[in-house]
């Protein structure tokens, strides 16, 4: 029998613990293949949330307890997922809130999507089916973030990053970068983050639809001011990295251009047609292209020595396609409008080129893409 730990980080929720793990394991009932398991990530509550939950477990041996010590979301959820994985063996984890604006009778759902293959599944309040039941200044905020997370995390399958409500396997979990997570920060940006790493690291993602209503009892932790701050800085820099994977790229583009127009005028010197010295000349600049991209654009993604030669072929097969078009580009030209306007074809042929090779480049050759279903 598979397991699955619910992940529930608290601080002050006294009110609400008991009820929030009563209808999270009532839940088994409606699961057939997963043992479900609650494990509460305590802040060091001073409202004496940590003592519920440990008097809760000396009588259900499917409730835990971690008391982290240390203020934030993150902290509290991090720890809680490694303590998940490496202490209670969990095939899967489900994060929710412990507030009771998650609706528990979701998590079979859940558990189906991770059964049917997804390694990551997001519930969202923003796809049909879905329903955000907060006040209309926190819905639009709530609209506001995910649309700033869409766009500059370029991720636009996805429509949700800011709801805490999701699941995924623990081997996918062991496959995401913890550093380039801010994880001890005090807000929550911890979510969005998270999604994003979980993207980078590969991910085959489904969303489904949740309601997020108001919590009825207890304080909001949310700090909206700083939110918004942090998730600004976080989506910022992850688009100038990427902007730095462009640039870099642009500038081994800009050095194979060079070699391969150095390679055409020599072909055609020896009397060679242009759309033949256009293919050798590129040829030229595949082999600078493969060497200098994977060993400085795209160096966080790095070949491994003993996938070299396969790499290195299939990165010819793939830029085939650019050298197809930069000679059809030549040789469509060149009959239409004479020889002597190559070079213009072959600029033209270059420009085009560029768009296909990115492509391929960043989700072939060294791609990290996860899989996402709509």
Not at 299 to 323: C, D, E, P, W
Request: aromatic share 14%; charged share 20%; proline share 2%.
């Amino acid at each position: 029998m598979k397991k699955a730990v619910v992940v529930l980080p608290t601080y002050n929720e006294k009110e609400n613990i008991e009820d929030i793990i009563d209808l999270v394991l009532v839940q088994q009932k409606k699961i057939k293949n997963w043992d479900l398991y609650v494990l509460v990530s305590d802040s060091d509550s001073p409202d004496g949330t940590g003592n519920v939950v440990k008097e809760l477990s000396k009588a259900d041996t499917h409730i835990d307890l971690l008391n982290v010590k240390e203020r934030g979301i993150g902290v509290g959820l991090l720890k809680g997922y490694q303590y998940a994985c490496d202490e209670m063996g969990a095939d899967a984890i489900i994060q929710m809130d412990a507030d009771l604006q998650h609706d528990a009778k979701e998590i079979p759902n859940f558990l189906a999507q991770i059964d049917a293959g997804f390694n990551f599944v997001q519930g969202s309040r923003f796809i049909p089916g879905g329903k955000n039941e907060l006040e209309w200044y926190r819905k639009f905020f709530s609209w506001s973030a995910n649309w700033v997370s869409r766009i500059l995390l370029g991720i636009l399958k996805v429509h949700e990053f800011t709801t805490s409500y999701r699941a995924f396997t623990s081997e996918l979990f062991s496959r995401i970068n913890i550093d380039n997570i801010p994880w001890k920060g005090k807000s929550f940006v911890f979510q969005p983050a998270f999604l994003y790493a979980v993207y980078k690291a590969g991910a085959k993602i489904k969303e489904i639809p949740i309601v997020f209503v108001d919590r009825t009892r207890g304080l909001s932790k949310m700090q909206i001011v700083k939110y918004i701050i942090d998730l600004l800085f976080f989506c910022i820099r992850v688009r100038i990295f990427d902007s730095k994977v462009v640039i870099k790229f642009a500038v081994v583009g800009t050095i194979g251009f060079i070699i391969n127009t150095t390679g055409l005028e020599f072909f055609v010197a020896l009397n060679i047609h242009p759309a033949i010295s256009a293919g050798l000349g590129a040829e030229m600049a595949i082999i600078s292209n493969f060497l200098l991209n994977n060993f400085w654009t795209f160096k966080h993604r790095k070949i491994q020595n003993n996938k070299l030669i396969y790499k290195f072929f299939q990165f010819n097969m793939t830029s085939f396609g650019a050298v197809t078009i930069q000679s059809m580009s030549v040789w469509t030209g060149t009959i239409i409008f004479g020889l002597n306007t190559y070079r213009i074809f072959y600029i033209i042929g270059i420009a085009i080129g560029l768009f296909w090779n990115y492509l391929m480049y960043s989700r072939v050759i060294w791609s990290k893409k996860p899989l996402i279903a709509s």
